[in-house]
């Protein structure tokens, strides 16, 4: 199953939304902002994941130099300037190579542009508004994949080996030549570590 985070302006509503509609015990996958309300929805009800992979994503709350910038480009996204939000401030940090991956750049942003505005505007409020997860964490006590590529500038390196230390039943992967879209860049090398960890569960 594979759950939209549109709908909802903060990471409890689209937390809700997905335990609404999933079933009874479940796997939780999420990469980047989907990690993020993975952890929500773990906080909320943890008896329901039997296990949990974050990829790309961060358990802290907003650093304060980054909520500041979600104000104009919310403001931007309003006045039809998306386009040019993706594109010049957002897509950059996506990828570890972005010269050499001009498809990989364009998906990007047929993705964001085609969601629209409104999603954008949505995501980012619950992006900036999110609380700290680090509690959540180190509470769980099931399987735990932690990944992320090794050029990631949004969520760096540190940041997994951090929840990877919060986690006691945790497994650390990280992948070569990849930034923060690992499913984009290298996504047989991704889906083969998860799929692995799935089948150890």
């Known amino acids: ?13 689209l937390a809700c939304d997905i335990l609404a509609c999933a079933p009874e ?37 907003e650093m304060e130099e980054f909520k500041q910038r979600r104000g104009p480009q919310i403001i931007a996204a309003q006045t039809g300037k998306l386009d040019r939000v993706m594109q010049d401030e957002m897509i950059p940090n996506y990828l570890a190579d972005p010269e050499g991956n001009t498809d990989i750049l364009e ?21 900036r508004d999110r609380i700290d997860q680090t509690e959540t964490l180190k ?5 735990a994949l932690i990944l992320c590529g090794r050029e990631d500038k949004l969520c ?6 951090m929840m ?3 986690i006691s039943d945790s497994a650390l992967e990280i992948i070569e030549n990849a930034g923060h879209m690992p499913t984009l860049e290298k996504p047989d090398e991704t889906t083969a570590i998860l799929l692995r960890w799935l089948e150890d569960l």
């Open 164 to 166: 990877h230390s919060l």
């Open 107 to 127: 998906l990007c942003r047929d993705m964001a542009t085609g969601l629209g505005a409104d999603v954008f505007i949505n995501q980012s409020k619950a992006l």
């Open 25 to 61: 015990k479940f796997v939780l996958v999420g990469l980047s902002m989907g990690g993020i309300v993975a952890m929500e929805v773990l906080r909320q009800a943890p008896e329901r994941v039997l296990g949990m992979a974050l990829m790309d994503t961060n358990p802290l709350a």
């Open 139 to 143: 509470k769980y006590k099931g399987p």
């Open 1 to 13: 199953m594979t759950m939209p985070l549109a709908q909802q302006d903060t990471t409890a509503g």
């Open 156 to 161: 760096p390196v540190s940041r997994h080996q």
